[in-house]
């Protein structure tokens, strides 16, 4: 099993960037896909979240209008496009499974939001 993100960078406040998570080994159109991020002296967290309908999504607060998640299950991927970074963007990004299971956790991909 693999879930890999890629996409992150050094950008400055206002711009934008799209994560994308591909995966193999697992029936991907039968698992929510979550998009989860750990800043720099704190835990990981859940940001976003979309439903194997690929209809139903949901946001964590602090991102909700700015970022957007999707799926493409023909191509076993998630995207994950964000707006308006904010410097408290700042964090490793990772996709998993939603709820995570442990062994799916890839390295992540380093967003860092700085003028």
């Known amino acids: 099993v693999q879930l890999q993100a890629s996409g992150g960078g050094l950008v400055q406040p206002g711009w934008s960037l799209r994560l994308s998570c591909v995966t193999s080994g697992f029936n991907f159109e039968y698992y929510a896909i979550g998009w989860f991020r750990q800043a720099p002296g704190k835990e990981r967290e859940l940001v976003a979240s979309?439903?194997?309908?690929?209809?139903?999504?949901y946001y964590d607060g602090s991102i909700k209008g700015r970022f957007t998640i999707s799926r493409d299950d023909a191509k076993n991927s998630v995207s994950l496009q964000m707006n308006s970074l904010k410097p408290e963007d700042t964090a490793v990004y990772y996709c998993?499974?939603?709820?995570?299971?442990?062994?799916?956790w890839g390295q992540g991909t380093l967003v860092t939001v700085s003028s």
């Open positions: 979309i439903w194997k309908d690929g209809k139903n999504t």
């Open positions: 998993n499974v939603q709820p995570p299971l442990e062994p799916y």
